[in-house]
């Protein structure tokens, strides 16, 4: 009976040990899960912070929030519109039934993305369009129509029209924008595109479609369409005369030769006697911001002229110091007078050189910058602002005068650069 209970207490303990034993092997067991687990973390951390490594392993990247300054590539899909992009590319590629038209494709995106950015003179160009675009040159006559264009939210309108011209003929108006050419008006066209298009040979024929506005701003207005012939139609920048003691001075456009002319005139005009000038820049589109940096030079003797507006900073310019003459000044500007036009004109107005007269300005102060694509094309985009000396911002404002005139011509002329010659011939029995 003994031996038995021997053999059974025995057993028991041999149990007992088993037991303890899984129980020491489970601890051990969930004590190695535990300290994996903690390894995995600690790799997985470093290897997350090792972005080429884990690409050259072959899994996504895009795991978190980029910082500022993450070039496009490695930007997630909630950053970069290329992401997304390639995102969709990716997908059409690997599972659509249809082949993707990447030149069609590219086209419709660019300009989408164009138009969403609300800047209204950016554009996309295709290589095409593109090469139409470049064919302005800077010649000094014009060759066309006879017509001078400017531009106002990216679309060409007509600021003059020469006396005689084929289009003058045909009853083309100033504030007339062009809709299409040769039937084309699947696009804006914009005033450089339209000047290259009528660069054509001596004779040929253009068919424009014009749209006539109640205002610049309106977007739609009265359409019609003219078949005109090009040719080369001389005329003359700078022109000018005198009006007893006073000297008037018309600038149709900011050219390369702008503010040489313009001295030319005033220093003529001063050997007549003159003791006053009026500066006419009605109708001007503008042109070379230098060229209306140097007329203005003519009258400003320092400070400040403009200052140019950009994402980085604002650089200011400065009047040369090369006045030639004292005399009292009067501008002359109206809705029509746009972007390095208005730039004169806030110029002598801010540094209390002149007394502005007719008009405000329209309101063009941006400066429009074409970049070329490495696949082909370009794209267009505001890159910068002007500012007046005072600080005051030009594009959408415009430059304000002194004595609001209405743009009519009466029974007794022009009446704008009457009053404009008035007000000259006043100041100078007043001075």
Not at 124 to 138: G, I, L, M, Q, T
Not at 388 to 396: A, C, K, N, R, V
Request: charge should be negative.
């Amino acid at each position: 009976m003994s031996t038995e209970r021997l053999s059974a207490n025995k057993r028991k303990r041999k149990n007992a040990n088993m037991r303890e034993r899984m129980r020491n092997r489970k601890v051990v067991s969930a004590f190695c899960c535990f300290l994996a687990i903690v390894i995995a973390f600690v790799l997985g951390f470093v290897v997350r912070s090792n972005t080429a490594f884990v690409q050259s392993l072959g899994f996504p990247t895009e795991w978190g929030t980029s910082q500022p300054g993450t070039p496009a590539s490695e930007k997630t899909t909630y950053e970069a519109i290329s992401a997304r992009v390639g995102e969709v590319e990716d997908i059409l590629k690997l599972y659509s039934m249809d082949e993707l038209d990447l030149s069609k494709a590219t086209s419709s995106m660019l300009e989408d993305m164009m138009r969403s950015t609300n800047d209204p003179y950016a554009q996309y160009y295709d290589p095409s369009r593109y090469e139409n675009f470049v064919k302005e040159s800077a010649e000094k006559s014009y060759s066309g129509i006879g017509v001078l264009f400017g531009e106002y939210d990216g679309r060409a309108y007509v600021t003059d029209v020469f006396t005689g011209s084929e289009a003058n003929a045909r009853g083309v108006e100033q504030g007339d924008f062009v809709v299409a050419i040769d039937g084309d008006s699947s696009h804006k066209w914009s005033m450089t595109e339209v000047i290259g298009s009528l660069k054509r040979g001596e004779g040929s024929n253009v068919v424009i479609t014009w749209m006539r506005p109640a205002s610049l701003d309106a977007t739609n207005g009265e359409q019609f369409t003219t078949t005109l012939e090009c040719r080369v139609y001389e005329e003359e920048n700078i022109s000018y005369s005198i009006d007893g003691d006073v000297g008037y001075v018309k600038v149709r456009q900011m050219t390369s030769d702008a503010a040489a002319l313009v001295k030319n005139a005033v220093n003529d005009l001063s050997n007549q006697q003159a003791k006053a000038f009026v500066i006419d820049v009605r109708d001007n589109p503008g042109g070379y911001l230098t060229q209306a940096l140097d007329m203005a030079s003519l009258f400003v003797s320092g400070g400040v002229l403009v200052s140019i507006q950009t994402n980085d900073n604002e650089s200011p310019r400065n009047a040369l110091g090369e006045t030639i003459t004292t005399a009292p000044i009067v501008v002359l500007m109206n809705q029509y007078t746009a972007a390095s036009a208005e730039v004169f004109a806030a110029a002598l107005e801010d540094n209390q050189r002149a007394t502005m007269v007719g008009q405000t300005t329209m309101g063009k102060g941006s400066v429009q910058v074409v970049r070329e694509l490495t696949f082909g094309g370009a794209v267009r985009y505001t890159a910068a602002y002007y500012l007046t000396p005072q600080g005051h911002s030009i594009d959408g404002t415009g430059v304000t005068p002194d004595i609001v005139v209405a743009n009519q011509d009466g029974e007794d002329g022009d009446t704008q650069l009457n009053v404009a010659l008035d007000a000259a011939h006043s100041m100078i029995e007043g001075a």
